[in-house]
C-alpha cells in the first residue's frame, strides 16, 4: 500500500511484486539502514518533540562492553589513518574478526557496523589515499560490508569488486543479500557492461544460496539476469524440487516469452533428474500446442520404462492431447488406447458401482417439489413444453455418463414428443450426455433416432451422436462419417446439429480434416449468417487454442463479405468473433495479425472482437495490466439512461477502489474534476464554474454512442485472466462488487457470468451469497444470468446450501417460465452426474488448463450474454457446449495392469509448500478413505501407505502404483 501525498490510496497485488528479487532486496536494505539510523537516534523525552542526544548521553545509554567496543573500533579506525604502514594489517585483521564475529537479529543490526558507520567517510578517505595492495584490498572487502548501512548508492558491490577474493560466506547471509539486490540494479541499469567481475560473483553467489536453503534467492537472482537456464549446472538431487516447485509458480507472475522459459527449464531439470511425469506436466503447461506436443514426444522417446510411459498417456489424455507416437516406443497401440481416452467410460462406471450411484435418477428427484410450501388455490402443475424442455436437460446433466436414465433410455419417443419442435432436438440430444464417452454402445442406441421423419428429432440424433464422442478419439471416426453428410443439408436443424456435433466430437484436436469439412459453409459463399456462426463456433472448438491461419483467415474473410449493419445487428456475427477468440486461447501474442485485421471491421463490432480476441489470448495468465485495460473499458458510459443514472448514484471517488474514476467522472479525456479549486476573487470563481459547465458539455458531446456490447465481452474478460492465479482471482472478486455497483446495464448482466467463471466447480460461500442476491434483482436478464451462475459454480458438488436456495428460487418464480427454467438447469448442473463430474478446466493440482475444457464452457458464457434471445429462445441447444468441459472429479488408482487397486488415501484441503524449509505437509484437515474417492476443488489426495509408489507426483485422475522395495522410500 502506497500513500501519496494528495490522500489517495493505490493497491497494488502481490505478484506486481513477486517476481522482482531486486525489489525485495531493496526493501531488505532500507530495513538495515533504518535500524541502523534508529539505533543512533533516540528520543530523551516523553513527548513528541525530537532532540538530538549528546554523546555524552550516547555513551550513558552503552553497556560497558558495548562502550568498550565502540572505543576499540574508534581506536582500530584512528590507527588506520597514521602513516605507519606495518600496523594497518594488523588493525584491518582485527576490524574483520570483530565484524564476522558480531551476531544481529531481525530488530537490530550487528553493533560493529552501528558504530563504524559514523566513520564510513573517513574510511572511504583512508582508501582513496592507500596504495594499492592487499591491505587496500582488505580494506575494501570492510567498506563494502559498512556500505550495507548506507541509504543509497551501490558501494555495496562496488568496493566488493575491488576488495579480495575472499569467500562470501564469510560475511553472512545479510551482506549476500544486499550484494544480490545491487548486482540486480547493476544489471538493469548496464547489462554488465565494463563489468564482467560481476557475473564471477553471481557464480559464487548462486552456489552459496543453493547449499543454505535458499534456492529462492538464487533462482529470482537468475530470473533478475535474465539467465535462469544457468541454474542447470547448480542443482542437485537434494534441490531440484524445492528449484522447479518455485520456478513452476513464478510462471504466472512473469510476462511472455520469460513464462515459456521458465518450464523450458524446469522441463530440463526434472528430465536430468528422470522425472517424466513432472517434466510432462510442463509440457502441457506451455501456451504453445505445437511446442507442448513436440516436447511431450520428446518424453516419451527418453523414458524406457512401459509402466511410466501408461501414466504419461494418462495425463496426456486428461490433457486430450493426442500423440502419434513412433512404433519405436513398446507397446505404441496400448499407449495410444489410453490417450484416446477408450476407457474412461468404464472406470467411470466402476467408480459408480463403488459408490453405489447406479440407481438413475428422474428430474423430481432433483426438484424435490414435495418439499415445497403448498400455495392454497394453485391447482394441479400444467405438463408444460418449457419445463419438460427443462427436464431434458436436468436428465442428461444428472445421468451423464452413465448409460441409463428414466426418460430416454426406457422409451425415449413417449418423452420427446411431449416437447415441440426446436425442443424436440434438444431432448434427442440429451441422450448424447446420457450415453457420454460410450462410443460402440452410445451410437447403437442413437442410431434408432436418425431414422426418424421428423427432421428436428433427427438433429438431435446428430447432436447426441457428436456430444458421445466428445473427448474420446476413435481410429474409426464415427462422428465424421456420420454428420459429414449433413454439412450441407438443406435442412436448416440437421446442418445446425451436425456442425456443432463435429465441433464437439472433436473439440481442442486441431484435425485438419475436420477442419476441412466444417469450413465448408465458409468458403462456399451461399451460407446465412447463422450457419457462419454455427460453423465458425464449431470450428473455434476444434483449433481451440492453436491459432490456426486457415481457420483465422476464413473467419476474417467470412466477417468482411458481411454487410456492416448485419454485424451490429444480428447476434449470429457475435459467433464469428467468438471462433477467433477460442482459436487464440492462451496464446498471448501470437494474435496480433487478427487484431490488426479486425480494426477494418464497423467500429461497434470491431471493439468487440478485439476484445474477446485480446481476453481470450490472456486466458489464465493473470496479466495485471490487461485486467486494468478491461476495467477501464468497463468505465465508458452509453446513451441517456446511464446519464441520468450515473447522476443519482454519483459517489465520492474514495468510494469506488479498484475503478479508474468515480461513476460521474468518466476516463481520460472525459473525465470531471471532482471538486474545483476556487482562487481568490469572484472572478475567478465565476471563471471556473464556467470551465465546469464547458467540461461537462465537452463530455456529454464525446460519450460514445452503442450499445456498449463490448463492456460485457470485458467483464467476462476479467474473469478469464483471473481465473488462473489466486490473488488475481480475489482481486477480480472485489472488482465484480464495485461494477454491480457501479456499471451499466449490460454490465451488471455480465458481472454474473464472471462469478461463475472465476469459481466453476467452486462453490465458495461469498460468491454464492452474491449470485443469491443477484437472483432476486430487478432487471431479469441479471437475474437469469446469476440463476445459470450458480449452476456453474456448483456443478457437480451437490452442494446442500444450493440445492436448497435454487428450491427457494423455483418457489420464488413459479409463475415466471424463463427464470423457472433456468433455475431448473441450475439444479440439474448442480448434481451434474450425481456430484461425480466437474466443470473445472483446471487439473493437476490446479497447475494446468485444458483449453478444450476452456473452450466450451467461455463459449457457453459469451453466447448467455444475450440470454433472453438465445437460451431462453429456440438456440437452447449451446447448453451443450458445456459437454467439452465435464471430466470426472476421481482419482483412482491401478496397478501395473491397469486394474483398480484398492488401496488408503489421506484427502484434505492443499497447502502452499512454496519457498518453506524441510518436507512441510501438504495437506491439512485430512480424512483417511480408501480409493477411488472424489476430489472437491482445492483439495489433495496422498497415499496413506507405505506398500505402494506412486508413478504420479499428483494424485488426480488415472494413478498407477508400483508396488515398493526395500529402499525405493528413502530414494522417493
Same mark, same amino acid.
Given at each position: 500500500?502506497?500513500?501519496?501525498?494528495?490522500?489517495?490510496?493505490?493497491?497494488?497485488?502481490?505478484?506486481?511484486?513477486?517476481?522482482?528479487?531486486?525489489?525485495?532486496?531493496?526493501?531488505?536494505?532500507?530495513?538495515?539502514?533504518?535500524?541502523?539510523?534508529?539505533?543512533?537516534?533516540?528520543?530523551?523525552?516523553?513527548?513528541?518533540?525530537?532532540?538530538?542526544?549528546?554523546?555524552?548521553?550516547?555513551?550513558?545509554?552503552?553497556?560497558?562492553?558495548?562502550?568498550?567496543?565502540?572505543?576499540?573500533?574508534?581506536?582500530?579506525?584512528?590507527?588506520?589513518?597514521?602513516?605507519?604502514?606495518?600496523?594497518?594489517?594488523?588493525?584491518?585483521?582485527?576490524?574483520?574478526?570483530?565484524?564476522?564475529?558480531?551476531?544481529?537479529?531481525?530488530?537490530?543490526?550487528?553493533?560493529?557496523?552501528?558504530?563504524?558507520?559514523?566513520?564510513?567517510?573517513?574510511?572511504?578517505?583512508?582508501?582513496?589515499?592507500?596504495?594499492?595492495?592487499?591491505?587496500?584490498?582488505?580494506?575494501?572487502?570492510?567498506?563494502?560490508?559498512?556500505?550495507?548501512?548506507?541509504?543509497?548508492?551501490?558501494?555495496?558491490?562496488?568496493?566488493?569488486?575491488?576488495?579480495?577474493?575472499?569467500?562470501?560466506?564469510?560475511?553472512?547471509?545479510?551482506?549476500?543479500?544486499?550484494?544480490?539486490?545491487?548486482?540486480?540494479?547493476?544489471?538493469?541499469?548496464?547489462?554488465?557492461?565494463?563489468?564482467?567481475?560481476?557475473?564471477?560473483?553471481?557464480?559464487?553467489?548462486?552456489?552459496?544460496?543453493?547449499?543454505?536453503?535458499?534456492?529462492?534467492?538464487?533462482?529470482?537472482?537468475?530470473?533478475?539476469?535474465?539467465?535462469?537456464?544457468?541454474?542447470?549446472?547448480?542443482?542437485?538431487?537434494?534441490?531440484?524440487?524445492?528449484?522447479?516447485?518455485?520456478?513452476?509458480?513464478?510462471?504466472?507472475?512473469?510476462?511472455?516469452?520469460?513464462?515459456?522459459?521458465?518450464?523450458?527449464?524446469?522441463?530440463?531439470?526434472?528430465?536430468?533428474?528422470?522425472?517424466?511425469?513432472?517434466?510432462?506436466?510442463?509440457?502441457?503447461?506451455?501456451?504453445?500446442?505445437?511446442?507442448?506436443?513436440?516436447?511431450?514426444?520428446?518424453?516419451?522417446?527418453?523414458?524406457?520404462?512401459?509402466?511410466?510411459?501408461?501414466?504419461?498417456?494418462?495425463?496426456?489424455?486428461?490433457?486430450?492431447?493426442?500423440?502419434?507416437?513412433?512404433?519405436?516406443?513398446?507397446?505404441?497401440?496400448?499407449?495410444?488406447?489410453?490417450?484416446?481416452?477408450?476407457?474412461?467410460?468404464?472406470?467411470?462406471?466402476?467408480?459408480?458401482?463403488?459408490?453405489?450411484?447406479?440407481?438413475?435418477?428422474?428430474?423430481?428427484?432433483?426438484?424435490?417439489?414435495?418439499?415445497?410450501?403448498?400455495?392454497?388455490?394453485?391447482?394441479?402443475?400444467?405438463?408444460?413444453?418449457?419445463?419438460?424442455?427443462?427436464?431434458?436437460?436436468?436428465?442428461?446433466?444428472?445421468?451423464?455418463?452413465?448409460?441409463?436414465?428414466?426418460?430416454?433410455?426406457?422409451?425415449?419417443?413417449?418423452?420427446?414428443?411431449?416437447? =415441440? &419442435?426446436?425442443?424436440?432436438?434438444?431432448? %434427442?440430444? $440429451? *441422450? !448424447? /450426455?446420457?450415453? @457420454?464417452?460410450?462410443? +460402440?454402445?452410445?451410437?447403437?442406441?442413437?442410431?434408432?433416432?436418425?431414422?426418424?421423419?421428423?427432421?428436428?428429432?433427427?438433429?438431435?440424433?446428430?447432436?447426441?451422436?457428436?456430444?458421445?464422442?466428445?473427448?474420446?478419439?476413435?481410429?474409426?471416426?464415427?462422428?465424421?462419417?456420420?454428420?459429414?453428410?449433413?454439412?450441407?443439408?438443406?435442412?436448416?436443424?440437421?446442418?445446425?446439429?451436425?456442425?456443432?456435433?463435429?465441433?464437439?466430437?472433436?473439440?481442442?484436436?486441431?484435425?485438419?480434416?475436420?477442419?476441412?469439412?466444417?469450413?465448408?459453409?465458409?468458403?462456399?459463399?451461399?451460407?446465412?449468417?447463422?450457419?457462419?456462426?454455427?460453423?465458425?463456433?464449431?470450428?473455434?472448438?476444434?483449433?481451440?487454442?492453436?491459432?490456426?491461419?486457415?481457420?483465422?483467415?476464413?473467419?476474417?474473410?467470412?466477417?468482411?463479405?458481411?454487410?456492416?449493419?448485419?454485424?451490429? =445487428? &444480428?447476434?449470429?456475427?457475435?459467433?464469428? %468473433?467468438? $471462433? *477467433? !477468440? /477460442?482459436?487464440? @486461447?492462451?496464446?498471448? +501474442?501470437?494474435?496480433?495479425?487478427?487484431?490488426?485485421?479486425?480494426?477494418?471491421?464497423?467500429?461497434?463490432?470491431?471493439?468487440?472482437?478485439?476484445?474477446?480476441?485480446?481476453?481470450?489470448?490472456?486466458?489464465?495468465?493473470?496479466?495485471?495490466?490487461?485486467?486494468?485495460?478491461?476495467?477501464?473499458?468497463?468505465?465508458?458510459?452509453?446513451?441517456?439512461?446511464?446519464?441520468?443514472?450515473?447522476?443519482?448514484?454519483?459517489?465520492?471517488?474514495?468510494?469506488?477502489?479498484?475503478?479508474?474514476?468515480?461513476?460521474?467522472?468518466?476516463?481520460?479525456?472525459?473525465?470531471?474534476?471532482?471538486?474545483?479549486?476556487?482562487?481568490?476573487?469572484?472572478?475567478?470563481?465565476?471563471?471556473?464554474?464556467?470551465?465546469?459547465?464547458?467540461?461537462?458539455?465537452?463530455?456529454?458531446?464525446?460519450?460514445?454512442?452503442?450499445?456498449?456490447?463490448?463492456?460485457?465481452?470485458?467483464?467476462?474478460?476479467?474473469?478469464?485472466?483471473?481465473?488462473?492465479?489466486?490473488?488475481? *482471482?480475489?482481486?477480480?472478486?472485489?472488482?465484480?462488487?464495485?461494477?454491480?455497483?457501479?456499471?451499466?446495464?449490460?454490465?451488471?448482466?455480465?458481472?454474473?457470468?464472471?462469478?461463475?467463471?472465476?469459481?466453476?466447480?467452486?462453490?465458495?460461500?461469498?460468491?454464492?451469497?452474491?449470485?443469491?442476491?443477484?437472483?432476486?434483482?430487478?432487471?431479469?436478464?441479471?437475474?437469469?444470468?446469476?440463476?445459470?451462475?450458480?449452476?456453474?459454480?456448483?456443478?457437480?458438488?451437490?452442494?446442500?446450501?444450493?440445492?436448497?436456495?435454487?428450491?427457494?428460487?423455483?418457489?420464488?418464480?413459479?409463475?415466471?417460465?424463463?427464470?423457472?427454467?433456468?433455475?431448473?438447469?441450475?439444479?440439474?448442473?448442480?448434481?451434474?452426474?450425481?456430484?461425480?463430474?466437474?466443470?473445472?478446466?483446471?487439473?493437476?493440482?490446479?497447475?494446468?488448463?485444458?483449453?478444450?475444457?476452456?473452450?466450451?464452457?467461455?463459449?457457453?458464457?459469451?453466447?448467455?450474454?444475450?440470454?433472453?434471445?438465445?437460451?431462453?429462445?429456440?438456440?437452447?441447444?449451446?447448453?451443450?457446449?458445456?459437454?467439452?468441459?465435464?471430466?470426472?472429479?476421481?482419482?483412482?488408482?491401478?496397478?501395473?495392469?491397469?486394474?483398480?487397486?484398492?488401496?488408503?488415501?489421506?484427502?484434505?484441503?492443499?497447502?502452499?509448500?512454496?519457498?518453506?524449509?524441510?518436507?512441510?505437509?501438504?495437506?491439512?484437515?485430512?480424512?483417511?478413505?480408501?480409493?477411488?474417492?472424489?476430489?472437491?476443488?482445492?483439495?489433495?489426495?496422498?497415499?496413506?501407505?507405505?506398500?505402494?509408489?506412486?508413478?504420479?507426483?499428483?494424485?488426480?485422475?488415472?494413478?498407477?502404483?508400483?508396488?515398493?522395495?526395500?529402499?525405493?522410500?528413502?530414494?522417493?
Amino acid at each position: 500500500r502506497a500513500v501519496l501525498p494528495e490522500g489517495f490510496c493505490f493497491y497494488f497485488p502481490l505478484s506486481f511484486f513477486f517476481f522482482s528479487p531486486s525489489c525485495a532486496h531493496a526493501c531488505l536494505s532500507v530495513n538495515f539502514v533504518k535500524m541502523a539510523e534508529g539505533d543512533e537516534k533516540k528520543s530523551s523525552n516523553d513527548g513528541n518533540e525530537e532532540t538530538s542526544i549528546s554523546p555524552v548521553a550516547k555513551e550513558a545509554d552503552l553497556s560497558d562492553e558495548d562502550r568498550q567496543l565502540q572505543d576499540d573500533l574508534t581506536m582500530l579506525v584512528e590507527r588506520l589513518q597514521e602513516q605507519q604502514s606495518d600496523l594497518h594489517g594488523p588493525t584491518l585483521e582485527s576490524l574483520r574478526t570483530l565484524i564476522r564475529a558480531s551476531t544481529s537479529s531481525m530488530t537490530s543490526v550487528p553493533k560493529p557496523l552501528k558504530f563504524l558507520r559514523p566513520h564510513y567517510d573517513t574510511i572511504k578517505t583512508v582508501y582513496s589515499s592507500w596504495e594499492d595492495g592487499d591491505n587496500r584490498k582488505l580494506l575494501a572487502d570492510i567498506i563494502s560490508v559498512l556500505a550495507m548501512t548506507q541509504p543509497e548508492g551501490r558501494e555495496c558491490l562496488e568496493y566488493r569488486i575491488k576488495g579480495s577474493a575472499d569467500a562470501l560466506e564469510s560475511w553472512g547471509h545479510e551482506y549476500v543479500r544486499h550484494i544480490s539486490a545491487q548486482i540486480g540494479e547493476e544489471y538493469v541499469e548496464n547489462k554488465f557492461e565494463g563489468s564482467p567481475q560481476t557475473l564471477e560473483l553471481v557464480k559464487d553467489i548462486i552456489p552459496f544460496n543453493m547449499d543454505h536453503n535458499a534456492e529462492a534467492e538464487a533462482c529470482d537472482l537468475l530470473m533478475e539476469l535474465e539467465r535462469i537456464s544457468d541454474i542447470r549446472q547448480y542443482v542437485t538431487k537434494n534441490t531440484y524440487q524445492r528449484v522447479c516447485l518455485y520456478l513452476v509458480n513464478c510462471v504466472k507472475y512473469v510476462p511472455s516469452p520469460e513464462d515459456e522459459e521458465l518450464l523450458q527449464t524446469c522441463l530440463e531439470i526434472y528430465l536430468e533428474f528422470k522425472q517424466y511425469a513432472h517434466a510432462l506436466r510442463m509440457a502441457l503447461m506451455k501456451p504453445n500446442r505445437g511446442a507442448a506436443e513436440s516436447s511431450a514426444h520428446g518424453i516419451f522417446a527418453a523414458c524406457s520404462d512401459n509402466i511410466v510411459q501408461k501414466q504419461l498417456a494418462f495425463m496426456a489424455g486428461r490433457q486430450q492431447v493426442f500423440l502419434d507416437l513412433d512404433e519405436e516406443v513398446d507397446a505404441s497401440e496400448d499407449l495410444s488406447e489410453i490417450m484416446a481416452n477408450v476407457h474412461l467410460n468404464t472406470h467411470f462406471l466402476a467408480l459408480a458401482r463403488e459408490l453405489d450411484i447406479m440407481e438413475p435418477k428422474s428430474p423430481e428427484d432433483i426438484y424435490k417439489t414435495h418439499l415445497e410450501t403448498q400455495r392454497p388455490f394453485a391447482g394441479n402443475v400444467v405438463d408444460s413444453a418449457r419445463q419438460n424442455l427443462a427436464s431434458s436437460f436436468v436428465n442428461g446433466f444428472v445421468n451423464a455418463g452413465y448409460g441409463q436414465d428414466k426418460l430416454m433410455t426406457t422409451d425415449g419417443n413417449k418423452w420427446i414428443y411431449k416437447n =415441440k &419442435d426446436g425442443g424436440m432436438l434438444s431432448a %434427442a440430444a $440429451s *441422450l !448424447g /450426455l446420457i450415453l @457420454l464417452w460410450d462410443v +460402440d454402445g452410445g451410437l447403437s442406441s442413437i442410431d434408432k433416432y436418425l431414422y426418424s421423419n421428423n427432421d428436428h428429432i433427427k438433429a438431435g440424433a446428430l447432436l447426441a451422436c457428436g456430444i458421445v464422442n466428445c473427448g474420446v478419439r476413435n481410429d474409426c471416426d464415427p462422428a465424421l462419417a456420420l454428420l459429414s453428410d449433413y454439412v450441407s443439408s438443406d435442412v436448416l436443424p440437421m446442418r445446425i446439429a451436425s456442425l456443432l456435433g463435429l465441433g464437439l466430437a472433436y473439440a481442442g484436436t486441431n484435425t485438419d480434416y475436420v477442419v476441412e469439412t466444417i469450413s465448408t459453409p465458409l468458403t462456399e459463399g451461399d451460407s446465412s449468417l447463422e450457419i457462419l456462426g454455427i460453423a465458425s463456433l464449431a470450428l473455434g472448438l476444434v483449433t481451440v487454442g492453436t491459432c490456426h491461419g486457415d481457420v483465422t483467415l476464413n473467419v476474417l474473410q467470412a466477417l468482411m463479405d458481411v454487410d456492416d449493419s448485419l454485424l451490429i =445487428k &444480428d447476434r449470429n456475427a457475435r459467433l464469428l %468473433a467468438l $471462433s *477467433l !477468440g /477460442l482459436t487464440a @486461447l492462451g496464446r498471448q +501474442d501470437a494474435c496480433e495479425a487478427t487484431l490488426e485485421a479486425l480494426k477494418t471491421l464497423p467500429e461497434e463490432f470491431c471493439q468487440f472482437a478485439t476484445i474477446l480476441v485480446e481476453s481470450c489470448s490472456k486466458a489464465g495468465t493473470g496479466d495485471v495490466l490487461a485486467v486494468q485495460n478491461l476495467l477501464h473499458v468497463c468505465s465508458e458510459h452509453f446513451g441517456e439512461e446511464s446519464s441520468k443514472r450515473s447522476k443519482k448514484e454519483e459517489k465520492p471517488a474514495d468510494d469506488v477502489l479498484g475503478l479508474p474514476a468515480a461513476r460521474a467522472s468518466g476516463t481520460g479525456a472525459d473525465a470531471v474534476p471532482a471538486a474545483v479549486t476556487v482562487t481568490d476573487g469572484a472572478e475567478s470563481a465565476d471563471g471556473n464554474a464556467g470551465d465546469d459547465k464547458e467540461k461537462k458539455e465537452e463530455a456529454k458531446k464525446k460519450k460514445k454512442k452503442g450499445s456498449g456490447a463490448h463492456q460485457g465481452v470485458a467483464v467476462l474478460g476479467i474473469a478469464l485472466i483471473a481465473m488462473g492465479e489466486e490473488i488475481g *482471482l480475489e482481486m477480480a472478486l472485489r472488482s465484480y462488487a464495485h461494477l454491480l455497483h457501479y456499471g451499466e446495464p449490460v454490465i451488471r448482466r455480465a458481472v454474473p457470468l464472471g462469478l461463475a467463471l472465476l469459481s466453476v466447480s467452486d462453490p465458495k460461500l461469498k460468491v454464492l451469497d452474491t449470485l443469491s442476491k443477484l437472483s432476486h434483482d430487478a432487471d431479469s436478464e441479471v437475474a437469469l444470468n446469476a440463476i445459470l451462475a450458480l449452476g456453474i459454480v456448483g456443478a457437480g458438488t451437490n452442494n446442500a446450501r444450493l440445492a436448497a436456495m435454487l428450491r427457494q428460487l423455483a418457489q420464488y418464480y413459479y409463475k415466471d417460465d424463463n427464470c423457472l427454467f433456468m433455475t431448473r438447469i441450475a439444479q440439474g448442473l448442480t448434481h451434474l452426474g450425481k456430484g461425480t463430474l466437474t466443470l473445472s478446466p483446471f487439473h493437476s493440482d490446479r497447475c494446468v488448463m485444458s483449453p478444450a475444457n476452456l473452450g466450451g464452457l467461455l463459449a457457453l458464457l459469451v453466447i448467455c450474454l444475450d440470454v433472453k434471445q438465445t437460451i431462453l429462445g429456440n438456440r437452447h441447444y449451446f447448453l451443450y457446449l458445456l459437454s467439452t468441459a465435464i471430466q470426472p472429479r476421481m482419482l483412482v488408482t491401478l496397478d501395473e495392469d491397469l486394474n483398480a487397486l484398492p488401496v488408503t488415501v489421506r484427502v484434505g484441503q492443499a497447502v502452499d509448500i512454496v519457498g518453506q524449509a524441510g518436507k512441510p505437509k501438504t495437506i491439512t484437515g485430512f480424512q483417511t478413505h480408501t480409493t477411488p474417492v472424489l476430489l472437491q476443488s482445492g483439495e489433495r489426495a496422498e497415499l496413506a501407505t507405505d506398500d505402494y509408489i506412486p508413478v504420479s507426483p499428483i494424485l488426480e485422475g488415472f494413478v498407477i502404483l508400483k508396488k515398493a522395495e526395500e529402499g525405493d522410500e528413502e530414494e522417493d
